[in-house]
């Protein structure tokens, strides 16, 4: 078994937590996922299921969407409203206000990370020592904020951002951020993710809707591979050059598009990720063993 199934994660899920549950329900041992969301987050979990998984690493470098529920006014020790509070400020801001400290944070910036993140610091989780009450110095990381806009506002007043970022981005700590740069201290309250490279959020299944599917139906709900790559224009090769790619080595092609393109064999199947950069390389396989 082989393909992506795209996830609605709901709240109070970890994404081991539909990993795991997935690997009962289809039976298959060779699952993981695209990106962790935290267990408050909802929406788009690409899960990768047997030979798929080898094309993870392409969906964790790919940017996402975002729709967060930024709440002025508190700070958090987690940077989300599920902490505990940590000082409290009046939050009289306008939405022009917000709008007026959103420009400092798009393009590429600097970001702490989270002492409640999974990243480790002498093999322990950040957020083994955090719960401790420790606090661990950590370095700042590059991310880049493609797209960063105010797009509502709540009945509770929390703003509404919606955010396009590259890998490595923790929401969390850009709402903390945002808070901090208007004086009053912020806090996520809610986090929808919206799209996950090629995926989107109206393509994902529900979770009741894939365990009642169960193993019998729920692999129909499996997308190709192929579909990951499905910008990359096609190169179809004959039997030969199959067997050079089953045999760890780059097709002779007579013409091939520039960049990246997918290698297609003459019965259909995906064979691999190329790359013509002057010369004809593969990036990685995918075909079935």
Not at 119 to 141: H, M, N, Q, S
Request: proline share 4%; charged share 30%.
């Amino acid at each position: 078994m082989t393909g992506i199934i795209i996830v609605n994660k709901p709240e109070g899920w970890t994404s081991h937590d539909i990993v795991a549950k997935l690997r009962r329900i289809l039976g298959e041992r060779r699952i993981g996922h695209g990106g962790t969301l935290d267990p408050m987050a909802i929406g788009v979990l690409p899960v990768f299921v047997g030979r798929a998984t080898r094309a993870v690493e392409f969906l964790e470098n790919a940017d996402k969407e975002y729709i967060a529920a930024l709440r002025l006014g508190i700070s958090t020790d987690t940077q989300d409203t599920t902490g505990n509070v940590i000082s409290e400020k009046p939050a009289n801001v306008s939405r022009e206000e917000l709008e007026s400290v959103l420009d400092r944070f798009r393009g590429e910036i600097e970001q702490l990370p989270p002492m409640y993140s999974a990243i480790k610091v002498d093999g322990k989780k950040l957020y083994e020592y955090a719960r401790k009450g420790a606090e661990i110095e950590r370095k700042t990381r590059k991310i880049t904020i493609h797209e960063l806009e105010v797009v509502g506002q709540r009945e509770d007043g929390d703003f509404l951002l919606r955010v396009v970022c590259s890998k490595g981005t923790y929401i969390r700590a850009l709402c903390s951020d945002i808070g901090d740069a208007l004086g009053c201290g912020g806090a996520m309250s809610a986090l929808v993710r919206t799209r996950a490279g090629a995926y989107r959020i109206e393509t994902a299944h529900a979770m009741e809707d894939i365990i009642a599917a169960g193993p019998e139906k729920a692999p129909e709900m499996l997308m190709s591979l192929e579909s990951m790559f499905a910008m990359y224009p096609a190169v179809a090769v004959g039997e030969a050059g199959e067997k050079r790619c089953r045999n760890g080595l780059a097709p002779k092609l007579r013409t091939a598009p520039e960049g990246k393109f997918r290698l297609i064999s003459e019965s259909g199947e995906f064979l691999a990720l190329c790359e013509n950069d002057g010369e004809v390389r593969v990036i990685k396989s995918f075909y079935e063993v």
